[in-house]
């Protein structure tokens, strides 16, 4: 269930005072099916019910759901994966439900012809619920039928707020027009939650936690959590054209965030931009009976990234336990969790790019051209550190990376008047490649990515499947995978995967991983 709410309010209290507000409440109710979102196929009652054997049936003859443990001892018998009957996991409840209001107040004044202050607040509170209860007559796996009752209540909020301000100015004198605009926003972002997961429940009737008797994890499962983020900018523009024919843009931003160490919060973003429209030439006069406009523009920017999470360049504690001494006496503790790194800045985009417009037969046919070529500097990456340090990774600004590419548009009206028929086709190719991977230039791999020097970011990785295997003989004078398993089923037979041997040893493992390809598609259309 969803209701929603929308309130709008605008008052010119006098010619050169206007005022208003916008409100919103909205309210969603949602029964979520459980496990649904799981990545774990076997609990994934949307992949269960695909990959469910089905030889077997939904329901025993008493009516009762049918459980495939009570059939078989081990899925290898039938040679097929056995999963738990999805129509068990109609049983759990995981009910949701989200609250969220937004509000804004604004005002405008205005001083004179031209010049005009605005002021905005705006606010956005949300409040998510959840609600989880596992009965203990859901089947844990294939091969236990029950499962250990369980209920889990979390609860998130989220309270933005920012303001903006900022003082525009506007002026036409005969064929020049200029505009200039200056102002400044701030805004705060809050975070709290908390999570309450508990056991062992008397019975399935009630499912309120006070019923639960046992709590496995004191640290994990019973827990609050507290975060905030905020940002100041201040910006300003101004434009000029003359007869709409020549443009001049340029702007700057300075932004602080506190995601960022003591050192680095704060950063320039500069832009200009240019455009003439050659069409309103009189040496074009010849071409106006098919062409009627046709602008050439360019430009170049700088944006920042602070997309990562909060804290990121502080060393932080995480809250554990201490067995003192040789005695049994348990004591609460702190541990780091994360290693520092107050340098940590903001990461900047360099884009350049120039392109067209162009206009025929009045508008009814038009084509636009782009090429752009952006270069990345101090990317926001984490960094796998050596288990010596003590931890896993850190947050840095690492190496650079280029992008360039083309995007074509053609739009056709085709028919205009009572029936209006319009196309557009887009055609657009890019290619990146990273240029500088850190004073470290070893490849940088994760689970699927490989990143390195003159390639584009992220590579595919893994290991070359060849397809399945054809039959025995195939097995034998092939390599395979886990050939020092002790039982042939846990090794490569006849129909499983095949794979390339890069490494050349005759084993197939990790260590025949190698580039895929790329995720980036030659053209996009």
Same mark, same amino acid.
């Given at each position: 269930?969803?209701?929603?709410?929308?309130?709008?309010?605008?008052?010119?209290?006098?010619?050169?005072?206007?005022?208003?507000?916008?409100? !919103?409440?909205?309210?969603?109710? %949602?029964?979520?099916?459980?496990?649904?979102?799981?990545?774990?196929? #076997?609990?994934?009652?949307?992949?269960?019910?695909?990959?469910?054997?089905?030889?077997? =049936? %939904?329901?025993?003859?008493?009516?009762?759901?049918?459980?495939?443990?009570?059939?078989?001892?081990?899925?290898?018998?039938?040679?097929?994966?056995?999963?738990?009957?999805?129509?068990?996991?109609?049983?759990?409840?995981?009910?949701?439900?989200?609250?969220?209001?937004?509000?804004?107040?604004?005002?405008?004044?205005?001083?004179?012809? *031209?010049?005009?202050?605005?002021?905005?607040?705006?606010?956005?509170?949300?409040?998510?619920?959840?609600?989880?209860?596992?009965?203990?007559?859901?089947?844990?796996?294939?091969?236990?039928?029950?499962?250990?009752?369980?209920?889990?209540? #979390?609860?998130?909020?989220?309270?933005?707020?920012?303001?903006?301000?900022?003082?525009?100015?506007?002026? /036409?004198?005969?064929?020049?027009?200029?505009?200039?605009?200056?102002?400044?926003?701030?805004?705060?972002?809050?975070?709290?939650?908390?999570?309450?997961?508990?056991?062992?429940?008397?019975?399935?009737?009630?499912?309120?936690?006070?019923?639960?008797?046992?709590?496995?994890?004191?640290?994990?499962?019973?827990?609050?959590?507290?975060?905030?983020?905020?940002?100041?900018?201040?910006?300003?523009?101004?434009?000029?054209?003359?007869?709409?024919?020549?443009?001049?843009?340029?702007?700057?931003?300075?932004?602080?965030?506190?995601?960022?160490?003591?050192?680095?919060? $704060?950063?320039?973003?500069?832009?200009?931009?240019? !455009?003439?429209?050659?069409?309103?030439?009189?040496?074009?006069?010849?071409? /106006?009976?098919?062409?009627?406009? $046709?602008?050439?523009?360019?430009? $170049?920017?700088?944006?920042?990234?602070? *997309?990562?999470?909060?804290?990121?360049?502080?060393?932080?504690?995480?809250?554990?336990?201490?067995?003192?001494?040789?005695?049994?006496?348990?004591?609460?503790?702190?541990?780091?969790?994360?290693?520092?790194?107050?340098?940590?800045? $903001?990461?900047? %985009?360099?884009?350049?790019?120039?392109?067209?417009?162009?206009?025929?037969?009045?508008?009814?046919?038009?084509?636009?051209?782009?090429?752009?070529?952006?270069?990345?500097?101090?990317?926001?990456?984490?960094? =796998?550190?050596?288990?010596?340090? *003590?931890?896993?990774?850190?947050?840095?600004?690492? *190496?650079?990376?280029?992008?360039?590419?083309?995007?074509?548009?053609?739009?056709?009206?085709?028919?205009?008047?009572?029936?209006?028929?319009?196309?557009?086709?887009?055609?657009?190719?890019?290619?990146?490649?990273?240029?500088?991977?850190?004073?470290?230039?070893?490849?940088?791999?994760?689970?699927?990515?490989?990143?390195?020097?003159?390639?584009?970011?992220?590579?595919?990785?893994?290991?070359?499947?060849?397809?399945?295997?054809?039959?025995?003989?195939?097995?034998?004078?092939?390599?395979?995978?886990? !050939?020092?398993?002790?039982?042939?089923?846990?090794?490569?037979? =006849?129909?499983?995967?095949?794979?390339?041997?890069?490494?050349?040893?005759?084993?197939?493992?990790?260590?025949?991983? %190698?580039?895929?390809?790329?995720?980036?598609?030659?053209?996009?259309?």
């Amino acid at each position: 269930d969803r209701f929603s709410f929308r309130s709008n309010f605008e008052a010119n209290v006098n010619p050169w005072l206007t005022v208003g507000f916008n409100f !919103a409440p909205m309210l969603d109710n %949602t029964g979520v099916l459980a496990n649904s979102e799981s990545t774990n196929t #076997e609990y994934n009652p949307l992949v269960a019910a695909a990959f469910h054997a089905p030889i077997f =049936p %939904t329901h025993n003859e008493d009516g009762s759901l049918f459980y495939t443990g009570q059939e078989l001892d081990s899925p290898w018998d039938w040679n097929v994966a056995f999963m738990v009957n999805p129509l068990h996991h109609l049983a759990i409840q995981d009910n949701r439900r989200t609250a969220r209001v937004t509000s804004k107040v604004y005002c405008d004044v205005k001083f004179f012809e *031209g010049l005009l202050l605005r002021t905005a607040f705006h606010h956005d509170y949300r409040d998510r619920n959840r609600e989880y209860f596992l009965p203990s007559y859901v089947p844990a796996s294939p091969t236990n039928p029950t499962s250990r009752n369980r209920g889990i209540n #979390e609860r998130s909020t989220r309270g933005l707020w920012d303001l903006q301000s900022f003082l525009n100015f506007s002026k /036409s004198i005969r064929d020049h027009s200029i505009s200039a605009m200056a102002g400044v926003s701030l805004e705060e972002t809050t975070y709290n939650s908390n999570y309450l997961n508990k056991y062992d429940y008397p019975h399935n009737l009630l499912t309120t936690l006070n019923q639960a008797t046992t709590v496995l994890n004191q640290q994990n499962d019973v827990r609050t959590n507290k975060s905030s983020e905020s940002m100041v900018g201040t910006f300003a523009r101004a434009s000029y054209n003359y007869k709409s024919k020549y443009y001049v843009t340029g702007s700057i931003r300075r932004d602080g965030s506190s995601k960022f160490g003591p050192e680095n919060r $704060w950063a320039i973003f500069p832009s200009f931009s240019v !455009a003439w429209r050659i069409s309103d030439e009189r040496f074009m006069s010849v071409f /106006s009976s098919f062409l009627s406009d $046709w602008k050439l523009r360019s430009g $170049w920017g700088k944006i920042g990234n602070s *997309g990562i999470s909060n804290y990121l360049y502080a060393s932080t504690l995480a809250a554990s336990s201490y067995l003192f001494d040789r005695g049994s006496e348990i004591a609460p503790a702190y541990y780091n969790n994360k290693i520092s790194n107050d340098q940590l800045g $903001w990461e900047t %985009t360099s884009d350049f790019g120039i392109g067209t417009d162009v206009g025929f037969f009045e508008g009814r046919v038009n084509l636009t051209v782009d090429y752009f070529d952006r270069t990345t500097n101090d990317m926001l990456f984490s960094l =796998p550190l050596p288990a010596t340090t *003590g931890f896993s990774s850190v947050v840095s600004n690492l *190496g650079s990376m280029k992008n360039r590419g083309f995007e074509y548009l053609v739009n056709t009206r085709n028919l205009v008047g009572k029936f209006n028929w319009s196309t557009t086709a887009t055609l657009s190719y890019y290619r990146n490649y990273v240029t500088d991977i850190g004073n470290d230039k070893r490849p940088i791999i994760d689970n699927l990515g490989y990143t390195t020097e003159g390639r584009p970011i992220a590579n595919l990785w893994g290991m070359l499947m060849l397809g399945p295997y054809r039959d025995w003989e195939d097995v034998k004078s092939s390599p395979i995978f886990n !050939a020092s398993r002790p039982t042939a089923r846990q090794r490569s037979y =006849p129909g499983s995967p095949k794979a390339a041997d890069v490494k050349g040893d005759g084993v197939l493992d990790a260590n025949d991983k %190698t580039v895929l390809g790329t995720p980036t598609p030659d053209f996009i259309w």
